[in-house]
């Protein structure tokens, strides 16, 4: 399922992640990356997203989406994902599922992080290898930032598992909002908060929250309900 905020949103972007199904090759020709970003350009006509950022690796692609209403995000993603799947079962004469898990969303809730999200998706194929620099690689909409990044902020990606998500929102959030976890552990107000995310947006267990912030399940419990 996907991971995404059901009742609890305050950010209109989120940093999208689909993977190929066993971390197969997925966009095995230029021409089947070709055809993926055809798709989600054509859908967005349809539905109202707008694609801020993408990057398409041979088994993983990375989007900054901007979408209004988180409904509008699930129906571009389940009619991307499902029509490019027949396209691509169809050429190799295969069938079954072609992506992992559908998809993976993170929510975007500061303008510096959306910058460094971009960052960190023109860079993949720089990370991979493939390339030296994020402007050389072909199946990107790369656009030059002018801001200054911080280059701590880290992301999900594709071989995170649950776990790892988790410890990383924490540290997120704890970076953008300037604050250490013992001190977080008095402000009830940004504890819920966070709680409400992990929760909400990344179906995190409330006992597994209060493991990641080392405080009594009871404690958790009652602020997710006040």
């Known amino acids: 399922m996907p991971r995404l905020p059901r009742s609890y949103i305050k950010t209109s972007f989120f940093h999208v992640i689909t993977q190929g199904i066993n971390k197969s090759y997925i966009f095995e020709k230029a021409e089947d990356i070709k055809y993926y970003i055809k ?6 006509k349809e539905q109202k997203i707008k694609i801020v950022g993408y990057c398409i690796m041979n088994n993983h692609a990375h989007m900054l989406i901007k979408a209004e209403e988180i409904k509008e995000l699930s129906k571009y993603m389940q009619r991307l994902n499902t029509k490019y ?11 079954g599922y072609v992506f992992r898990d559908r ?10 992080y959306l910058y460094n999200c ?8 720089v ?4 390339c030296k620099k994020a402007e050389d690689y072909p199946y990107s909409n790369y656009k030059r930032i002018d801001k200054e990044l911080n280059e701590n902020y880290t992301f999900i990606d594709v071989d995170d598992n649950d776990e790892d998500i988790g410890e990383k929102i924490i540290k ?4 953008e909002n300037e604050i250490e976890l013992v001190d977080l552990k008095r402000n009830k107000r940004k504890l819920k908060e966070l709680i409400i995310i992990l929760n909400k947006q990344y179906n995190i267990s409330l006992r597994n929250i209060a493991k990641k912030v080392h405080m009594g399940r009871e404690t958790i419990r009652r602020l997710y309900n006040e």
């Open 85 to 95: 799947g027949k396209y691509y079962n169809k050429k190799y004469s295969r069938v």
């Open 39 to 44: 798709i989600m350009y054509h859908l967005t």
């Open 172 to 175: 997120n959030f704890l970076k």
């Open 118 to 125: 971009l960052k960190y998706i023109y860079n993949n194929p």
């Open 103 to 112: 998809y993976r969303a993170e929510g975007i809730y500061t303008e510096k």
């Open 127 to 130: 990370k991979a290898g493939i």
